[in-house]
């Protein structure tokens, strides 16, 4: 059974930095492109980032060019998310996604931008 | 970017009514389109991927019809537990968007 399992979350001051992760299982995790997706408190699904199953491929959305990085170590099954320059614009609770629009997300963990 | 909009916004039905829900995207999207059901404080869980294709475990009531620019989300009778925020998403033209969700109220 394929679990995602999100790591990391938590209240970090504007322009802070955090690290998010997400343990993957029971699926051969380099087969699969992996994202992220966020959802600000009450509000809809954005799309965040992409990573191939490799890992040599990423692509983000504009909102968070040039601040957010994704990464995955195949070794070790694991996706990360380094979350730089935090903006009160970025809280919202973030989902890893296996092969988006065909696969399973994980429960999620929230991210919270405030002094 | 692709611009999803989802019809109506809220809808309100009763158990065992037939409850139809539209996507509508601002261009092509072939058959990249999926739907998921979010419930409070839980993660999205997809129902159809591929505009048709039911994924694993979801209940026959629940179907997707549509290419192109036009998708139908139908459930054909309603259970009390299908309340919840529906979501098209497509993956035909990166980047990934999402439509702006249905609320389905059960009366």
């Given at each position: 059974e394929v679990s995602l399992v999100e790591s990391g979350g938590g209240l970090v001051q504007p322009g802070g930095s955090l690290r998010l992760s997400c343990a993957a299982s029971g699926?051969?995790?380099?087969n699969y492109a992996m994202s992220w997706v966020r959802q600000p408190p009450g509000r809809g699904l954005e799309w965040v980032s992409v990573i191939s199953g490799p890992g040599g491929t990423t692509s983000y959305a504009d909102s968070v060019k040039g601040r957010l990085t994704i990464s995955r170590d195949n070794s070790k099954n694991t996706l990360s998310l380094q979350m730089n320059?935090?903006?009160?614009?970025?809280t919202a609770t973030y989902y890893c996604v296996k092969d988006i629009g065909y696969g399973s997300w994980g429960r999620g963990t929230l991210v919270i931008v405030s002094s | 970017e692709i611009v999803l909009t989802q019809s109506p916004a809220t809808l309100s039905l009763s158990p065992g009514e037939r409850a139809t829900l539209s996507c509508r995207a601002s261009?092509?999207?072939?058959?990249?389109l999926a739907w998921y059901q979010q419930k409070p404080g839980q993660a999205p869980r997809l129902?159809?991927?591929?505009?048709?294709y039911r994924a694993t475990?979801?209940?026959?009531r629940f179907s997707g019809s549509g290419s192109g620019t036009d998708f139908t989300l139908t459930i054909s009778s309603l259970e009390p537990e299908d309340f919840g925020v529906y979501y098209c998403q497509q993956r035909?033209?990166?980047?990934v968007t999402f439509g702006q969700g249905t609320r389905l109220e059960i009366k």
């Open positions: 699926f051969t995790f380099i320059s935090l903006r009160a614009e970025d | 261009q092509s999207v072939s058959n990249y129902l159809i991927y591929e505009a048709s475990g979801i209940p026959a035909g033209n990166w980047p």
